[in-house]
């Protein structure tokens, strides 16, 4: 048998205990083929292979980025960024050159906009935004998004300015004129404004509802939308993506990424799962089953079902355990009571899915613990592999918790303060001191031998997994005295390979160079374990494959 492409005279790390180390990988019909010492591998030529020289660098399964807003990302790759803006001068210049340069754009939408980007103490507000751009609608977005300010032809376009009832946990901050002053927390308090975008909300519905879109779609509408996919899973494969597994979803994102394998043009692998925010709960967990049934390739998955329970810290949406150290009294809003949740993570259990809950304070991973225990006593235990994203501040009791009940642990490197170019503040005022040691815990995960994956959270920080892994490899403690929560190499990256593919039930096929398993490769462009840890950031892809298939060259 031979191979369709060798890949050899480079360092290969298999991510295969087994068989950790080779120097060249073959590849046919979009599996591995062999990996292995290169004259072996280099005997399964023939005329028609293609010899690719990887000249001594590292080659490595795909990265499979398990914590993704696909849709939302894509439409957000043309927006202006206003990461690293600070002062109003520059704030206002950045926005004001983007929209004379974009004049066509139904509301200017900017992102990555900090909390504290005016750096004078002050905070965004309505006047301040019509005071950069006051005859078109314009919003910026948190880099969390989880805020976002509008200015008044924003608010007045969605049909906020006089406020709006809201769910819990979400907020349109009045002012003391009767009116929203401009401040809108959680995406019930914003979806309006997002959707006066040129896809009309359809990108965020998987995110703000996971309903839907109301009266179906154009086929201008879903062609847009799928050119707007297209560019999102380019943009992945350049960073060495070969899978992702998106943190929100519906049918719709399922059909528009299915249409996209039907015409040979999904690059990379899937998972979607049902993200459930309200309605019927029978109809809803029924149709997360029906999505894991109708969609099932080696390219397209679901059979997940993604909660929101808290926010975010800076905005004090996410659920303390206790006072937030900077407001006393408050411990933040769950968007579900204790009762309820329960039951909803029993009907999902019940059928078989696999839970996901974005939970970033102690006091939300209490009450999913508490939730999960509660499915398995009525459901009995199984190998659900339920998931808790963030996790950012864990209660002292709860680590053993997690352990106990098999969840697994989903991080992202770039979100402590103090990593990836984010400030100190507010986060650590809010975290408080006490809190420090159990913040960000990576290290102690894996000391406790939790499955830890670890993700971007893309759009909310870059896509580039090497910036990520870089900030596992170098994070420093905040003050003396702290844990030491830096990862080594091998650890980030099966973190990023081999438990990733666990957290999607595909260790059976995916995430090594293993033979049999799938033809997802990547070539970087140096010797990855000869690299400082300081120079990991600056790694790129030179080559990526999907099933065999290049996705990116250069």
């Not at 509802?209 to 297209?230: I, N, Q, V, Y």
């Not at 925010?277 to 149709?287: C, E, N």
Request: net charge negative.
């Amino acid at each position: 048998m031979t191979a369709d492409l060798i890949i050899t005279n480079g360092r290969v790390l298999t991510m295969d205990p087994a068989h950790p180390r080779a120097e060249a990988v073959a590849i046919r019909a979009g599996r591995i083929l062999a990996a292995g010492p290169r004259a072996e591998v280099e005997a399964l030529r023939s005329p028609a292979t293609r010899i690719y020289d990887a000249a001594g660098r590292t080659v490595m399964p795909g990265i499979n980025e398990s914590h993704i807003h696909l849709f939302a990302g894509s439409a957000e790759l043309a927006q202006l960024s206003l990461f690293g803006v600070q002062g109003f001068d520059r704030l206002a210049a950045a926005i004001r050159a983007y929209a004379a340069a974009n004049p066509d754009l139904p509301i200017v939408i900017c992102n990555t906009a900090d909390y504290t980007i005016l750096g004078d103490g002050r905070s965004l507000d309505r006047h301040l935004l019509d005071a950069v751009l006051a005859d078109r609608p314009l919003a910026l977005q948190s880099p969390d998004h989880h805020t976002v300010w509008a200015n008044t032809l924003a608010l007045k376009k969605a049909g906020l300015l006089q406020g709006a009832a809201l769910p819990p946990g979400n907020e349109i901050v009045m002012g003391p004129d009767g009116l929203a002053q401009g401040e809108l927390r959680e995406h019930y308090a914003f979806d309006a404004v997002i959707a006066l975008n040129a896809t009309g909300g359809r990108d965020r519905l998987g995110l703000s509802t996971g309903d839907e879109p109301p009266g179906g779609t154009t086929a201008a509408e879903r062609a847009h939308d799928m050119g707007l996919l297209r560019q999102g899973l380019a943009h992945l494969a350049r960073h060495g993506i070969t899978s992702f597994q998106n943190m929100d979803g519906n049918r719709y994102t399922l059909e528009l990424l299915s249409a996209l394998e039907s015409e040979g043009s999904l690059t990379l692998r899937g998972r979607i799962p049902l993200h459930y925010v309200s309605g019927d709960v029978t109809a809803q967990m029924d149709k997360a089953a029906a999505m894991a049934r109708d969609f099932r390739s080696e390219f397209l998955t679901s059979g997940t079902v993604k909660f929101f329970l808290d926010g975010v810290l800076d905005s004090h949406t996410a659920v303390m355990a206790e006072d937030y150290a900077d407001r006393p009294g408050w411990r933040g809003e769950p968007r579900f009571d204790a009762a309820t949740f329960a039951s909803l993570c029993t009907e999902a259990d019940k059928r078989g899915l696999q839970i996901a809950v974005h939970s970033i304070g102690d006091g939300s991973t209490q009450m999913v613990l508490d939730a999960y225990a509660a499915a398995q006593a009525a459901n009995g235990a199984r190998d659900s592999r339920h998931r808790i994203e963030h996790l950012e501040v864990v209660r002292e009791a709860d680590f053993a918790r997690i352990k106990g009940l098999g969840v697994i642990a989903s991080m992202q490197p770039p979100h402590p303060p103090g990593q990836c170019g984010l400030p100190l503040e507010p986060t650590l005022s809010r975290i408080g001191r006490a809190n420090w040691p159990r913040a960000y815990a990576w290290r102690r995960m894996l000391d406790m031998d939790i499955p830890l994956i670890l993700s971007s959270d893309w759009p909310v920080s870059s896509i580039n997994p090497w910036q990520s892994i870089h900030s596992a490899l170098t994070r420093k403690p905040w003050a003396d005295g702290l844990p030491d929560n830096r990862l080594s190499l091998h650890e980030a990256l099966t973190a990023y390979t081999v438990t990733a593919a666990r957290a999607e039930f595909a260790e059976d096929w995916k995430g090594r160079l293993t033979p049999g398993f799938a033809g997802d490769v990547i070539v970087l462009d140096r010797d990855l374990e000869a690299a400082a840890a300081e120079d990991v950031a600056d790694v790129m892809p030179v080559l990526t494959l999907c099933a065999g298939r290049v996705t990116h060259e250069g």
